[in-house]
């Protein structure tokens, strides 16, 4: 689906109301910004001697492991796993869960998105520490993140015991492994109640951890529920935690945001619905829903109708006078693009796919509407970067 431009404008934008679509801190000339980012990643293919200065340890220098990355989904049984999986990467309406069966063996899911990475589904009765069984190495090597789920709604105190046991082991052979920790259920809990179990867990598991002298273990805490976009909103920062040079990509939002007075803009990973970057504005909630929600709202018109296939007649029809020009010179660009006006607070919110997987999402401010061709050429700026970004960044992964 692509719409074409409707905007013109006849005066030139000033010199700083345009982006320079490079993705790169430094903008004195394209190859330093590529030479810059393919450096870094030669720097860090494996084998690679460490640079001064470079931390290993330093989230932004943080660079996955080759191959997929992967996420393991661990946890008491009936705590959620299962139920998180399907909600988030197979679509499953949440109310569905309940019809799902106890998971019996582990189960491994291949994503195919911007980033392909594995989910894996353990069953909650199997301790892989107390089976010899499991080869830690094949589980842990090329590990992106342990998501640990706790049932609220339960007693967690097990849970707890187990996944202390769990970051202890850890700890000793790979303790780079980022650990989130899901207090997953938390729909029909007040906030204070909410409030209230997170600080419960949290001072449970740093009491333990620093009782074993492990004061550091990278643990995160989210409140999760498949029945609301927390658990989205969860996923996206364990994604993003994998995704070298997240801060390029951030900058590249917030001069956007800047640039075009935007609200809010997030980098979505469309089939997902799992935001991989936003701009430096502090994320909220409600701007993270409608944009999430726009999204579906176009993936479904672009399933109503389709690729659009015209006639060679009607294409000669488009492509001949007045305009004498090939139909692709004409629309504004060949992937899906969409805007309209929130009818509430009367804000413009604006999509446009970048790739086949991601699509930038944006609310922009009440007056921004009237600066509609300076945003669309920023947005092409930025996609352009954003195109760019990737290309780098894959060819070296
Ligand atoms: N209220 C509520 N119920 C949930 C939520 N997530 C999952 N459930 C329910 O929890 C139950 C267990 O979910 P599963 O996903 O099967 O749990 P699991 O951790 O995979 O269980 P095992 O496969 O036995 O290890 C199901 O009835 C789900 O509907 C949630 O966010 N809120």
């Given at each position: 689906?692509?719409?074409?431009?409707?905007?013109?404008s006849?005066?030139?934008?000033?010199?700083?109301?345009?982006?320079?679509?490079?993705?790169?801190?430094?903008?004195?000339?394209?190859?330093?910004?590529?030479?810059?980012?393919?450096?870094?990643?030669?720097?860090?293919l494996?084998?690679?001697?460490?640079?001064?200065?470079?931390?290993?340890d330093?989230?932004?220098?943080?660079?996955?492991?080759?191959?997929?990355?992967?996420?393991?989904?661990?946890?008491?049984?009936?705590?959620?796993?299962?139920?998180?999986?399907?909600?988030?990467?197979?679509?499953?309406?949440?109310?569905?869960?309940?019809?799902?069966?106890?998971?019996?063996?582990?189960?491994?899911?291949?994503?195919?998105?911007?980033?392909?990475?594995?989910?894996?589904?353990?069953?909650?009765?199997?301790?892989?520490?107390?089976?010899?069984?499991?080869?830690?190495?094949?589980?842990?090597?090329?590990?992106?993140?342990?998501?640990?789920?706790?049932?609220?709604?339960?007693?967690?105190?097990?849970?707890?015991?187990?996944?202390?046991?769990?970051?202890?082991?850890?700890?000793?052979?790979?303790?780079?492994?980022?650990?989130?920790?899901?207090?997953?259920?938390?729909?029909?809990?007040?906030?204070?109640?909410?409030?209230d179990?997170?600080?419960?867990?949290?001072?449970?598991i740093?009491?333990?951890?620093?009782?074993?002298?492990?004061?550091?273990?990278?643990?995160?805490?989210h409140?999760?529920?498949?029945?609301?976009?927390?658990?989205?909103?969860?996923?996206?920062?364990?994604?993003?935690?994998l995704i070298?040079?997240?801060?390029?990509?951030?900058?590249?939002?917030?001069?956007?945001?800047?640039?075009?007075?935007?609200?809010?803009?997030?980098?979505?990973?469309?089939?997902?619905?799992?935001?991989?970057?936003?701009?430096?504005?502090?994320?909220?909630?409600?701007?993270?829903?409608?944009?999430?929600?726009?999204?579906?709202?176009?993936?479904?018109?672009?399933?109503?109708?389709?690729?659009?296939?015209r006639?060679?007649?009607?294409?000669?029809?488009?492509?001949?006078?007045?305009?004498?020009?090939?139909?692709?010179?004409?629309?504004?660009?060949?992937?899906?693009?969409?805007?309209?006006v929130?009818?509430?607070?009367?804000?413009?919110?604006?999509?446009?796919?970048?790739?086949?997987?991601?699509?930038?999402?944006?609310?922009m401010?009440?007056?921004?509407?009237?600066?509609?061709?300076?945003?669309?050429?920023?947005?092409?700026?930025?996609?352009?970067?954003?195109?760019?970004?990737?290309?780098?960044?894959?060819?070296?992964?």
């Amino acid at each position: 689906m692509s719409l074409q431009p409707s905007y013109y404008s006849n005066e030139p934008p000033a010199k700083d109301e345009v982006l320079d679509p490079r993705p790169d801190l430094t903008r004195s000339n394209t190859s330093a910004a590529q030479l810059s980012l393919q450096r870094y990643f030669e720097q860090n293919l494996p084998g690679a001697p460490p640079k001064d200065g470079m931390k290993p340890d330093d989230p932004a220098m943080a660079v996955p492991p080759k191959g997929k990355p992967r996420l393991l989904l661990m946890g008491q049984r009936r705590s959620g796993k299962s139920s998180i999986s399907s909600v988030v990467f197979h679509k499953l309406p949440p109310s569905e869960t309940l019809f799902l069966e106890s998971t019996a063996r582990i189960q491994k899911d291949s994503m195919a998105s911007f980033m392909d990475f594995q989910v894996w589904d353990f069953p909650g009765q199997i301790d892989i520490f107390e089976n010899p069984g499991f080869d830690l190495e094949a589980i842990f090597g090329e590990i992106g993140a342990l998501i640990w789920v706790i049932d609220a709604q339960d007693d967690y105190l097990e849970a707890v015991a187990r996944l202390n046991t769990t970051i202890l082991s850890l700890q000793r052979s790979y303790p780079n492994i980022n650990i989130e920790v899901f207090i997953h259920k938390v729909d029909g809990l007040s906030d204070d109640f909410k409030l209230d179990i997170q600080r419960d867990i949290t001072i449970r598991i740093q009491d333990e951890l620093s009782d074993h002298g492990c004061e550091n273990a990278p643990v995160t805490f989210h409140l999760t529920s498949i029945y609301n976009h927390s658990i989205f909103e969860a996923f996206s920062k364990v994604i993003q935690k994998l995704i070298p040079r997240l801060g390029t990509l951030e900058s590249m939002l917030t001069n956007l945001c800047r640039t075009c007075r935007l609200e809010k803009a997030y980098l979505f990973d469309v089939l997902s619905k799992i935001y991989i970057a936003t701009d430096s504005s502090p994320a909220d909630m409600a701007s993270y829903e409608i944009c999430s929600d726009y999204i579906d709202v176009i993936i479904d018109i672009t399933e109503v109708y389709g690729t659009w296939h015209r006639s060679e007649e009607g294409r000669k029809k488009l492509e001949g006078g007045p305009w004498d020009a090939k139909l692709e010179d004409q629309v504004g660009c060949s992937t899906a693009e969409s805007c309209l006006v929130l009818h509430d607070s009367k804000k413009p919110i604006m999509l446009r796919e970048v790739d086949r997987y991601l699509a930038l999402v944006a609310i922009m401010k009440e007056d921004s509407y009237d600066k509609m061709p300076l945003v669309n050429m920023n947005v092409e700026a930025v996609v352009e970067g954003l195109t760019e970004f990737f290309n780098i960044t894959k060819r070296n992964r």
